[in-house]
């Protein structure tokens, strides 16, 4: 079949003037401001830290735009202004890194919108996963160059670029060191359960590149911004699926007459859900020992497409991953009902997880930023706001379906992953609500304009990238590589 993953000893891909021939190497790009990225030596020290302009700085960041000084603003909470030392009002500054990819690019533009003085930091890396494995988000995105110039002139609000790898410590420093941010929102990382099971080089990739990231951003946080709040994007896949209620983040246990709390257990079900773990874990370490202030947000599965922001210019529209590797389910459910494929369920379809709408991504992440953890604080929210079974969102995009008139079938497809298809599922998820979270419930009518929107699309839909390719049992060592 031809969706499946094939055995293959590398990967050749032609993109611009260079071949890479090894799945995580760096890779050059010709864009219109003639950017070059050196390709690195070792696949491991890896993606994308460009040089602009000095061929002899090899860490150099580059520098797309200025930094803004719009109107003050009077101090309000969340509106991105707060007091200085000495009575001025001052905007925050908010790092977002990962700020290219789907939640990060809504987020650095909704930070932005309300004012925040926002610098993205990302390596690029998740567009080359698509030019590796032959994917293409279903709504087309414009360079991040151009998202930014649209940008500016939409609002004109400048956004600062910073284009390199998080993993590069020099880079990272540079960054920091440069841009001195208030807040770091860290969304930089390899972000799909299925990539990471593709064989032993994803898999060292995603959890080299999530830890090792993470770790930079730690260390750079205490060497060059003590008081910077990390606000870290986890996952709700921390805990698996365990027969007990789940908490936000830590437990009270009894056991043999003592009493403590303590990290609720952690049973991950993926390299990628596991790197995560380890996150988390590190995290939780420099709160204490260095005072970091940290929240770790444990999303659950993000759905939709359009914020206020994105929606302002057809170049600033988000990307949108309906594939087998970077497609989440509901995503994938409307564009499958969108191309009159059968909606994939995979196994009995009683997996249930937590789900959010973008919108209150973005909304969840300005709530973190705008009351920021205490030093030394390593605080966890549980970030979704309704959860369902994989047959319920069938369900749902099955009826949505009939109301436009598009007949939706669903099959069920031997489940690609190692996951229990039924189970208990109790996850809270208040401290976000306290904070004031406004949700955006999965109402009929959401779930309408998001299989409408999928519907102007379908033309752009290969219909071949929506079968599962990667199956968890036939992870192996060779490198494979998705066959045409
Ligand atoms: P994405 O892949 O669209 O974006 C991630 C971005 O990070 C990409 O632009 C990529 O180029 C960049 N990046 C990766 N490694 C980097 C590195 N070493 N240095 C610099 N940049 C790097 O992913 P997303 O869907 O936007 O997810 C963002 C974060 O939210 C991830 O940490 C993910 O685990 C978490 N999350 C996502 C979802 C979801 O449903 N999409 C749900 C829960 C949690
Ligand atoms: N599923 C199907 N059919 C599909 C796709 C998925 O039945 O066509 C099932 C999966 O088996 C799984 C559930 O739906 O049980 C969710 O899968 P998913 O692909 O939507 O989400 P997942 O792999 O868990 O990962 C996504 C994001 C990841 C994030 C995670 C949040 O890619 O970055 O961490 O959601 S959570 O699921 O809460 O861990």
């Known amino acids: 079949m031809?969706?499946?993953l094939s055995v293959s000893s590398s990967l050749s891909i032609s993109s611009g003037s260079k071949s890479y021939s090894k799945p995580l190497t760096l890779f050059s790009l010709t864009s219109s401001s003639s950017i070059i990225c050196p390709i690195s030596k070792s696949p491991l020290k890896k993606t994308l830290s460009l040089r602009a302009n000095n061929a002899s700085q090899k860490h150099r960041a580059l520098h797309v735009n200025s930094v803004s000084v719009g109107q003050e603003t009077k101090v309000e909470p969340g509106s991105g202004s707060h007091e200085t030392s000495n009575g001025a009002p001052a905007r925050k500054k908010v790092m977002v890194i990962g700020g290219d990819g789907y939640c990060g690019w809504a987020t650095a533009l909704h930070l932005s919108n309300k004012n925040y003085e926002v610098a993205i930091v990302d390596n690029l890396v998740r567009r080359y996963f698509d030019h590796q494995l032959g994917l293409e988000s279903l709504t087309p995105i414009s360079s991040i160059h151009d998202r930014i110039r649209?940008?500016?002139?939409?609002?004109?609000?400048d956004i600062q670029l910073?284009?390199?790898d998080i993993c590069d410590f020099e880079f990272l420093s540079e960054a920091f060191t440069s841009f001195k941010p208030d807040a770091v929102v860290h969304f930089g990382e390899q972000r799909s359960a299925p990539y990471s099971m593709i064989d032993r080089s994803r898999a060292v990739y995603t959890q080299h590149n999530?830890?090792?990231g993470t770790l930079n951003v730690l260390f750079a946080i205490k060497e060059f911004g003590e008081d910077c709040h990390l606000v870290k994007l986890g996952t709700m896949g921390e805990y698996g699926t365990p027969n007990i209620d789940i908490e936000e983040g830590f437990i009270t246990i009894?056991?043999?007459?003592?009493?403590?709390?303590?990290p609720y257990p952690k049973q991950a079900s993926s390299f990628y859900h596991?790197?995560?773990v380890h996150d988390s874990h590190n995290i939780a370490f420099t709160c204490k020992a260095w005072g970091i202030r940290a929240t770790d947000l444990n999303q659950g599965v993000v759905y939709g497409v359009r914020t206020d922001e994105t929606a302002m210019h057809e170049e600033l529209c988000n990307r949108f991953d309906y594939d087998g590797v970077f497609g989440t389910a509901l995503n994938r459910f409307c564009v499958q009902a969108a191309v009159g494929h059968p909606l994939t369920v995979y196994g009995k379809g009683g997996q249930t997880r937590g789900y959010l709408d973008i919108r209150d991504t973005v909304q969840c992440v300005e709530i973190a930023i705008a009351n920021p953890a205490q030093r030394g604080e390593f605080r966890v929210f549980n970030q979704f706001t309704e959860q369902f079974s994989v047959n319920e969102l069938a369900?749902?995009?099955?009826?949505?379906?009939?109301?436009?008139g598009i007949e939706v079938k669903t099959i069920s497809v031997p489940n690609p992953r190692v996951e229990l298809e039924e189970h208990y599922y109790n996850a809270k998820h208040t401290k976000l609500v306290e904070l004031g979270l406004k949700p955006h419930l999965l109402s009929d009518s959401l779930i309408d304009s998001l299989l409408n929107f999928t519907v102007q699309y379908k033309d752009r839909v290969d219909t071949k990238q929506i079968m599962p390719s990667v199956s968890w049992r036939k992870i192996g060592v060779k490198p494979k590589t998705i066959a045409a």
Do not use: C, P, Q, Y
């Open 395 to 404: 369900s749902l995009v099955t009826k949505a379906g009939e109301k436009l």
């Open 162 to 164: 910073f284009v390199g």
């Open 254 to 262: 009894t056991h043999n007459g003592r009493t403590d709390t303590l």
């Open 2 to 4: 031809a969706h499946l």
């Open 150 to 157: 649209r940008w500016k002139s939409v609002t004109d609000k």
């Open 274 to 276: 596991l790197s995560k």
């Open 210 to 212: 999530n830890v090792i």
